[in-house]
């Protein structure tokens, strides 16, 4: 149930309302999925005592989960953490939450469910300890049923949260309850957490035949007869196939049930109709329903090839994927359904049809919307085996733990139709010695003991094969390789009847906005060699396509070569967007990446356009850099572009002739005296003109502009409008190098929850009303705050000129 959509959703007999003191029940109520992030108190430190049902938390904050409180931090150099984790605060804090149940519900059982605690969790309940999960990434759930109070009696929760030892990742990880919780509430007899499994044998346009594999728990202390329902519901939630069995249970047990249906004449899923279907599982006692569980499907089926790469339901398909971490920007390690939609909506305007969930099990939500949206998915578990990357990460908990957390990984997870692939690793270190062979056996057992659909890959850095032991496991379904680019050609030699995709690659690295020239040849920094820092002085790169980091190249140069390989089933670009952390090669004040091909505000660079000319079907004519320069300066003027033979390019009216790529070029490119006014580009397609991109020089600054992605927002405490703040001249053409202070006011329903400008060196605060716009733009992100007012967002600031609003419905 997708529980970011609204506050109050009934389906059937299940409900899922908003538990904000208690959560009420009736008789004809079967399976409850009760939001539980409202109303918590937090505070930072250490608070042993908070465990305990008298404490006193009236010092505490109140808050909504989701929460990161390293995002709410100041950027500092002196943080344990460092610039490569995102020079924010990590350390410990502390989450108590108070709630009352009613009597009716004391024959039921309770569990709460948590989707991401980052990092070393541990939760009481009533002062009674439930457990501790290390792994800041991994989903997990409590059965509370023995430990809960009734009626007027009070129940509290509590949540300590380890985030001191740093550094505990490579990235910015955040700190705190960042992903969403839920109390659940069923019968004694029920669907087991993460408790169905549904595949599909055998697809065709014909028909489908569906394996379905459940769960069912009972907590009572009696044996129980019951019914089982299983019913195939199409997208207009009409029965497409439907199976009833009578069953029995012993107390205290649980009962493994396998079914089969066939549905005729399925809608397949794919990347631009991604058909989605559900299979709903009803548990009947006699005639009473006494629980509801939908798991999600989709009918597709998809193969590897050593030599033809990829296929979707029979039809070759290029992987045109990037990696995405965790964080989103401003909100942190906040999974915000709006958010990551909005993330993976400019992936698909660009031409994405595949997301790599580097390097770690990723939202809940993340996976609803690739299902919906149309992204194939490569899930990934872990960064790191036995043998460490940083002093405090997740190796310090390899024996104890990695085989829990695969399990709840792919229990989590196998159900979703857009996951196609299961990597159990990235660059992992024990791809250099022995140890390596038993450990990638070891984990491809565990994966395939629950999942034989899919095949298992691992993110590889070495390509010589004897020195590469992962791979001489000889268990890997499927070869990852990182970067290499160079070396695609020789691969089907090297590794004989394999199949490959390219599992990370590019590492360009760029600043929105930032032109240096010339741009004759591409750059590598660092080199392989240490050697001091010799860039721009504000910390900035290019946004010309031109430098890249040793290991890898720029994303023309990748894209050539992983389009040119029919064997290479696809390419996962390092990275989709900017994240924090990981600012490499630049140091402090540098706290998050260039490699993005978007920035960390959510505004795309240039090359952003390369890939859409090439992933998708838009017509695309894009110009850079911008036209405000020197008089007479030689500018370096490339155009991306498609579906045209050639492109035209006008100054103030006169032509500078047509250009057309070559051979493999992703590009055209001109050198231009600069003279102010219109730089004009005509694409044409056998004489027709298929696109006309015109950037005219800026003058004095006239107002502030803002856009906002929607006009309408819920009145949920959850949904998000973003507003793309700008500076522009009186003609309303933007400033491209503004810099200016923006001041934020907003009033009705919304809350700021976020500022950003995406430039990777900024020490401003992302909580904040106000932000300094980067190279013209910034943005403001507005978060329902449940006032029943339409909203007004007003930017001003300083010196003649114009200040903006713009208006958002409440719904």
């Given at each position: ?105 004391k ?15 541990e ?24 430990y809960?109070n ?23 990880t ?6 969403n ?12 957490h ?10 065709s ?27 195939i ?13 009578a ?5 205290n ?7 089969k249906?066939?549905v005729?004449?399925?809608?397949l899923w ?22 509801e ?40 390690a ?10 993976l ?51 310090k ?33 024990e ?36 020195k ?6 000889g268990?890997?379904?499927l ?17 004989k009847?394999?199949?490959?995709v ?57 894209w ?17 967007f ?5 600012p ?11 490699f993005?091909?978007?920035d ?13 000319s ?32 050639a ?54 600054a ?6 906002a ?5 819920k ?5 998000l409008?973003?507003v ?9 053409n ?20 976020g ?30 705050n ?11 600031t ?14």
């Amino acid at each position: 149930m997708n529980l970011h959509k609204s506050v109050f959703k009934k389906t059937g007999t299940a409900i899922v309302l908003s538990l904000l003191v208690a959560c009420a029940t009736t008789k004809k109520e079967s399976r409850i999925v009760a939001d539980f992030n409202p109303d918590w108190s937090f505070k930072l430190g250490d608070h042993p005592n908070a465990i305990q049902a008298n404490f006193n938390a009236n010092d505490w904050r109140t808050l909504d989960l989701p929460h990161d409180w390293s995002i709410e931090g100041t950027f500092s150099k002196e943080h344990s953490t460092t610039a490569r984790q995102g020079a924010l605060p990590a350390g410990k804090g502390w989450y108590r939450k108070t709630f009352t149940l009613p009597e009716s519900a004391k024959n039921k059982s309770i569990a709460i469910e948590f989707d991401g605690v980052f990092c070393n969790s541990e939760v009481w309940i009533n002062g009674h300890y439930l457990g501790k999960r290390p792994f800041g990434y991994i989903s997990f759930s409590y059965d509370l049923t023995k430990y809960l109070n009734f009626g007027n009696q009070k129940n509290d929760i509590a949540v300590k949260v380890d985030n001191d030892a740093q550094p505990s990742s490579r990235w910015y990880t955040g700190s705190g309850i960042y992903r969403n919780v839920r109390l659940v509430t069923t019968d004694k007899l029920h669907v087991a957490h993460w408790g169905t499994y549904v595949t599909t044998p055998e697809v065709s346009k014909e028909k489908a035949t569906v394996d379905f594999n459940v769960s069912i728990q009972n907590d009572a202390d009696l044996p129980k007869e019951f019914k089982v329902v299983t019913t195939i519901l199409d997208a207009k939630n009409s029965s497409v196939a439907r199976l009833e069995s009578a069953e029995k249970i012993a107390a205290n047990a649980i009962l493994e049930k396998g079914q089969k249906l066939e549905v005729k004449n399925p809608k397949l899923w794919d990347t631009k109709n991604p058909n989605l279907y559900k299979v709903v599982t009803k548990i009947y006692d006699k005639n009473t329903l006494i629980d509801e569980y939908e798991t999600p499907l989709g009918f597709r089926y998809f193969a590897f090839d050593a030599e033809k790469g990829f296929s979707l339901n029979g039809v070759p398909t290029k992987l045109y994927g990037v990696c995405l971490h965790h964080d989103n920007g401003a909100l942190g390690a906040v999974a915000n359904f709006h958010a990551i939609k909005r993330k993976l909506t400019l992936m698909k305007e660009m031409g994405v049809n595949a997301i790599r969930t580097a390097h770690n099990p990723p939202s809940v939500e993340l996976l609803q919307l690739c299902d919906e949206m149309g992204f194939i998915v490569q899930d990934e578990v872990f960064d790191v085996w036995k043998k460490k990357k940083v002093s405090n990460d997740y190796n310090k908990y390899w024996d104890e733990w990695h085989k829990q957390d695969l399990i709840d990984f792919i229990k989590r997870d196998r159900n979703h139709p857009s996951v196609m692939m299961w990597s159990i690793g990235n660059e992992i270190r024990e791809q250099f010695d022995s140890t390596g062979v038993a450990i990638t056996k070891e984990l491809t057992q565990i994966v395939k003991s629950l999942d034989k659909t899919r095949p298992v890959t691992s993110a590889l850095t070495e390509n010589v094969p004897e020195k590469n032991f992962i791979y001489q496991s000889g268990v890997l379904d499927l070869l990852g390789f990182n970067y290499k680019h160079e070396d695609y050609g020789t691969f089907p030699e090297r590794f004989k009847g394999q199949k490959i995709v390219a599992s990370e690659s590019v590492s360009a690295q760029q600043t929105r906005g930032r032109y240096d020239m010339p741009t004759d040849s591409i750059r590598f920094w660092p080199k392989k060699h240490a050697e001091p820092f010799d860039g721009n002085a504000d910390w900035t790169v290019t946004a010309y396509d031109n430098i890249a980091s040793y290991w890898g190249t720029t994303h023309e140069e990748n894209w050539k070569a992983a389009k040119k390989y029919d064997f290479i089933a696809g390419t996962f670009v390092w990275t989709g967007f900017d994240y924090l952390g990981e600012p490499d090669p630049y140091p402090y004040p540098a706290r998050s990446s260039y490699f993005g091909i978007v920035d960390l505000a959510g505004l795309p660079k240039d090359v952003y356009y390369m890939y859409q000319s090439e992933w998708s079907d838009k017509n695309v004519l894009h110009l850079l850099p911008h036209w405000n320069w020197k008089q007479g300066q030689m500018i370096d003027v490339w155009a991306y572009y498609n579906n045209a033979d050639a492109v035209e390019l006008f100054l103030n009216g006169k032509s500078l002739g047509s250009k057309a790529k070559k051979g493999d070029e992703l590009h055209i490119a001109w050198k231009v005296p600069f003279e102010a006014g219109t730089l004009k580009a005509v694409s044409r397609k056998d004489g027709k003109i298929v696109k006309e991109t015109e950037i005219r020089t800026a003058g004095e600054a006239a107002k502030i502009n803002l856009q906002a992605d929607k006009t309408s927002i819920k009145n949920d405490s959850y949904d998000l409008v973003y507003v793309t703040v700008s500076l522009q001249d009186k003609d309303g053409n933007l400033l491209p190098k503004a810099d200016n202070l923006i001041n934020f006011k907003v009033s009705g329903g919304a809350k700021i929850v976020g500022v950003d400008n995406g430039y990777q060196a900024s020490l401003e605060p992302f909580k904040a009303d106000y932000r300094k716009l980067y190279n013209g733009k910034c943005i403001v992100i507005l978060q329902s705050n449940k006032k029943a007012e339409d909203i007004t967002l007003e930017a001003t600031t300083v010196g003649n000129i114009n200040a903006a609003t713009v208006s958002i419905k409440v719904e």
